[in-house]
């Protein structure tokens, strides 16, 4: 539920953003009035320093998230509590149950939340990424909603899983379908849908949601699901690669020219290991390369970067009280996912007049794997192999499936969209100079190195973030888009 409190005279709408507590509904923010003033300058920092803006706050200085994590009933203006609900667990020790079928027991629960979360679709399609949770899914999704329809987005020839997901949907009878990425043509329709996103998120598949959304509504959808949410309960074991990237988090501040330097200006891996060595050590749990703060106090015009980094402060306390690193990582999934990785598909899905379901935010589902299974189930900790139950229901459907063990094909051609859309990104720099008044000599300045994606990935923050801005600075609010009947 959405509420309006007041503050220092002034009013602030307070929106619920966590698919965790209901289903979300941004349509309060479908007339908020649009000028350069109502942006909040630290939350553009925040979207350039992490490519989400900090909860509760959102990129309007007049408007509050409740996230996950946060009573909605506290005003989010003021100083509210952060609590993770599952963060204070015990590695957990619930007794195993000799008598319990642990995969049916999740597999019927499964099965009810996608039902609950899809009611109201009449033409669902389910986003298959060709990993553990889409797979788990999509079988719970051919018993409950046969009809829906699959897609996976190849982003990517080194994560190509279409393969494996169009032969999981053809074993459970599910129509499967293919979108390639085509970067000109998802920024296309990322601009065709930006004036009517709420907010500003900066997610590095947001672009591949954005295409996929005008996909979906062309071939007469009229819902998604997805399947994010069962990181928080179930865990995530951090890998030895994610270690190491902590402990160069070093928060130094070192000189720009390094970045550009004959030796590393192409080199990917060394601009990063560089990038790295300027973060927060918690912050780069966050993913992606991102500006620095340096670089983001010179984009902005200003010494702004401190004030987001700042922001880190209000979740001090609960990551002091999270016992593990594997916990300090699933804390950061908490604190970013409802501001980045739910916010590309509600904000997206929103635009293009679509709902948005997520079964594995569904409370009987997270409940009963985070209170009621055996922790070995979560994580092994002899491999260290997470979501073990999750492997145990697709096995007992497909029997092994080597690919459970990559990534998706959720990712983006972040170097072909600055090769197809430099000028047009120029552009929007030059047009946004009021809010981003250092966007344009960046552009210039890194022009060359586009083709080493470490570069890429930073000019693919200011192409998503630029044309939304542009779009708040200029003109009345946009009329709401209607969801399909």
Partial sequence: MNASYRNDGKRILQVAQ????????????????????????????????????????????????STYGFDPG????????????????????????????????????????????????RRPWMLQSGGKDSTSLAIAMAE?????????????????EVDSARAIARQLGLRHEVLECDPGRAYDRYLALVDQMPLLTADFALLSYADLM?????????????????????????????????????????????FTAPLTGSSFKLCFALGTLQMDAFERFFPGSRFSDAEVDELLGRAIAAQSRA???????????????????????????SAEAFAKGLYTAHAAGLRMAYPFCDKTLRDWVAGGIPASLRVDRRTGANKVLVRQHIARHFGALP??????????????LAAARYEQVHAFAQQTRAVVPGAVAWLERHRKWLDNKYHASRFY??????PWLHSRMVGQAASPRRRQA
């Fill in 144 to 160: 409950r909603r046969p009809e829906t329809c699959c897609i996976t987005y190849l982003g990517g020839r080194e994560e190509n």
């Fill in 311 to 337: 922001r880190l402060e209000l979740f001090r306390a609960e990551i002091g009280r999270m016992p593990t690193v594997h916990a300090r990582r699933v804390l950061s999934i908490v604190i970013s996912e």
């Fill in 18 to 65: 966590s698919p965790y507590a209901a289903e979300v509904d941004l349509a309060g923010l479908d007339h908020h009035p649009r000028s350069a003033a109502v942006l909040d300058p630290v939350s553009v920092a925040d979207v350039l320093r992490n490519a989400f803006v900090y909860p509760p706050h959102s990129i309007y200085r007049d408007v509050k998230l």
């Fill in 74 to 121: 506290q005003d989010m203006s003021g100083a509210p509590d952060f609590r993770f609900e599952y963060g204070g667990m015990p590695p957990a020790e619930t007794a195993d149950d000799p008598g319990c079928d642990y995969v049916d027991a999740y597999h019927r629960r499964l099965c009810d939340a996608v039902d609950r979360v899809s009611v109201s679709m």
């Fill in 214 to 258: 005008a996909e979906i509504v062309a071939e007469g959808g009229d819902g998604i699901v997805d399947g994010l949410g069962s990181d928080v309960y179930f865990g995530a074991p951090v890998a030895r690669r994610q270690r190491l990237l902590m402990l160069l988090a070093r928060h130094l501040r070192l000189p720009r020219l390094l």
């Fill in 403 to 416: 690919y459970v063990a990559g990534k998706g094909s959720f990712r983006f051609d972040l170097c072909g």
């Fill in 461 to 466: 923050l200011l192409a998503v973030t630029l």
